[in-house]
């Protein structure tokens, strides 16, 4: 169990790994259709709208030729996406605010969202039923990059419940992302935050155990989002529009079916995990409302985030909706 479960953390560290994504549903050539790079935050099945429009080939139903590559990290992602090496990220919105701020001309546009709650979960030692956050105090945890969305949600639940992150317990930083779960079965941390599979891994080889969800405990929160360049949105939008009609297609579909349907279609993405374990942590996120209806990116959400950035200390001055959020792509898949 542990050989094959560090197998997949290998694979999924890959950040330059490309993922062949042929979709089962169309019959287009792929010299039909237009070359779209996606840069993905991380290969989790909290994005499992997404992997189910690739699989059930909605993007080449949409005309698109999608490559899907790994970045391993927000930061990493929009590098990828200014330097050209992506037309699209999909990332947390924090790394749009924070290029924008910078004074970037040629900034990220957020198009669409896709989560609405955060997709991990804390996991500790013991299993802990009657679980408090107040618990942590005077603990070791593993946790994320510093204003990174997974750290910053982190610390907002903890504030929350009137716990200092700095002082009332000690937070291991130091650790890239992606390979914290591996770092927890050999260290002294009592509680790591963790993603899936990786959460459900530890579990599964008595590692650990869950015993918080950040996403039921943050609330709603925008947690990812695509984006793309505005030179990019402007010179492509009827790409931009049938990339969120998939989406958006991807997202009626996990919304319309079983935990056991979905993972059956999104397992060719998680090849070295059981179907029976993919329709476990499905359920989970479904249970806890992750997904969103619609890619609409709204105000008020986009404003909650720039509330967590304050608190965090990450924001000095705040960034316009209107220059960094557009739902005109969105509203219109959703009709």
């Not at 330097?83 to 990220?108: L, P």
């Not at 304050?310 to 000095?316: A, P, V």
Request: with cysteine; net charge negative.
């Amino acid at each position: 169990m542990r050989k094959a479960y560090h197998f997949v953390l290998a694979a999924i560290l890959t950040g330059a790994s490309l993922l062949s994504l042929t979709a089962c549903g169309s019959k287009a050539k792929a010299s039909e259709l237009t070359p779209v790079t996606l840069n993905e935050v991380a290969h989790s099945i909290f994005y499992a709208p997404q992997y189910s429009a690739i699989e059930l080939g909605y993007f080449e139903d949409e005309g698109i030729n999608l490559t899907l590559v790994n970045g391993a990290g927000a930061d990493k992602v929009m590098t990828a996406l200014i330097s050209g090496d992506a037309d699209i990220g999909f990332m947390g919105s924090e790394a749009s605010i924070y290029t924008y701020a910078n004074g970037s001309k040629d900034y990220a546009v957020n198009f669409a969202q896709l989560t609405q709650r955060a997709g991990n979960f804390l996991v500790g030692r013991d299993d802990q039923p009657n679980f408090k956050w107040t618990d942590l105090k005077g603990k070791k945890v593993i946790g994320g990059r510093a204003g990174g969305m997974p750290q910053m949600v982190f610390e907002y639940i903890l504030k929350k419940n009137g716990i200092d992150p700095v002082t009332d317990l000690s937070i291991d930083q130091s650790i890239n992302f992606g390979l914290t779960a591996a770092a927890f079965t050999s260290n002294d941390a009592d509680y790591t935050v963790e993603f899936e599979p990786f959460a459900t891994g530890l579990e599964k080889e008595g590692s650990g155990h869950v015993v918080a969800s950040l996403g039921v405990d943050s609330g709603y929160i925008p947690y990812t989002a695509y984006s793309a360049k505005k030179s990019y949105l402007e010179k492509n939008p009827e790409v931009i529009q049938k990339f969120t009609n998939a989406i958006q297609k991807g997202l009626e579909y996990v919304n319309s079916h079983s935990s056991e349907e979905i993972a059956k279609v999104i397992q060719p993405q998680f090849k070295e995990t059981d179907v029976a374990t993919i329709a476990t942590i499905i359920e989970r996120y479904k249970a806890q409302d992750t997904w969103k209806k619609d890619t609409v990116f709204a105000k008020d959400s986009f404003e909650l985030l720039e509330n967590i950035l304050e608190e965090s200390g990450q924001l000095k001055e705040r960034v316009p909706y209107e220059e960094l959020v557009t739902t005109t792509y969105s509203e219109k898949a959703a009709k």
